[in-house]
């Protein structure tokens, strides 16, 4: 951690397409402190030092060229590089409005957590009326994935450590443990079967949820890449998308989605967030407050 230092830097300015904000809440993703390690240096090539965080949540204060529907002063959540959420001021390149329900807070931690989760999710079909499981329910793109689920008409049920069995309830979902004996678990759970598996989790269960449903193409993948490959998984990668970032706003607005934030750090302690995100089994995101 002693790689995270909180210094000046030149302020960055939007180009075409792109707006800047000044950022109220910053969340922290584990690819945040797995980009910081070199972990992914293959797959993410950063030039280091590098400004961390993927998104962040603000007011609008400068607009690129040609971009529309948007003005100084509106609050806004969103997602910009790789790097460059965590400062004063960030760059978004995909963006929608906030709630006027949700926090700064709960506003930082909904984009990269929702785009993932929808991505995932939209790749296994239509929801409503079908029993999901999905494995790491809790965390950012896990309890994301639960809500947009159930809202879509889904029986979801979740796996979790126990201790957040009651954190999934209120979500809306039926709470079960993992690792062995799952597919008895559920079986009890779901007697007429699971119709789609998500994993948010890179727990190396993928082949036990493919077993579980019988059809790789019945389980997809926001975590564990090397093995969805094997074993014909479908992969959702998170994407800059303004269209389902505005439709996790609508959500919001509607009561259907809020955020989950487990804690919340001012900004000169981001060592201590990321050590807490590498941690793991977190109750939702993390978030940095400037």
């Not at 190396?204 to 059809?215: Q, Y």
């Not at 193409?217 to 926001?222: E, K, L, N, Q």
Request: net charge negative; no cysteine; charged share 20%.
């Amino acid at each position: 951690m002693e790689t995270l230092v909180v210094e000046q830097a030149p302020d960055p300015h939007p180009g075409p397409g792109e707006i800047r904000i000044r950022v109220a809440a910053a969340s922290v993703n584990p690819v945040d402190w797995k980009v910081r390690s070199g972990a992914v240096r293959e797959v993410l090539p950063v030039d280091l030092p590098a400004v961390p965080g993927r998104d962040a949540a603000g007011v609008v204060d400068e607009i690129g060229e040609g971009v529309r529907g948007v003005g100084v002063g509106d609050r806004v959540f969103g997602l910009g590089g790789v790097t460059g959420a965590t400062a004063e001021f960030a760059v978004l390149s995909a963006w929608a409005r906030t709630p006027d329900t949700w926090s700064d807070e709960e506003a930082a931690a909904a984009a990269l957590g929702a785009v993932t989760a929808m991505g995932g999710l939209n790749a296994l079909g239509p929801l409503k009326g079908r029993t999901v499981l999905i494995e790491g329910a809790a965390g950012g793109v896990g309890s994301a994935a639960v809500e947009i689920a159930v809202a879509q008409g889904a029986t979801v049920i979740g796996t979790a450590g126990e201790r957040n069995h009651e954190f999934l309830t209120s979500l809306g979902a039926v709470p079960t443990t993992y690792g062995a004996g799952l597919a008895e678990r559920v079986a009890t759970l779901a007697p007429d079967g699971v119709d789609v598996v998500l994993d948010t989790a890179a727990s190396g269960s993928l082949a036990d949820l493919v077993a579980l449903v019988g059809d790789p193409a019945r389980v997809s993948t926001v975590a564990d890449h090397a093995n969805a490959q094997r074993l014909g998984v479908h992969v959702a990668n998170a994407e800059n998308d303004p269209a389902l970032l505005a439709e996790a706003a609508e959500l919001g607005r509607l009561g259907h989605f809020t955020p989950r934030v487990e804690a919340t750090y001012p900004l000169e302690r981001i060592a201590e967030a990321h050590a807490h995100s590498e941690r793991g089994h977190t109750r939702g995101k993390i978030v940095v407050r400037l």
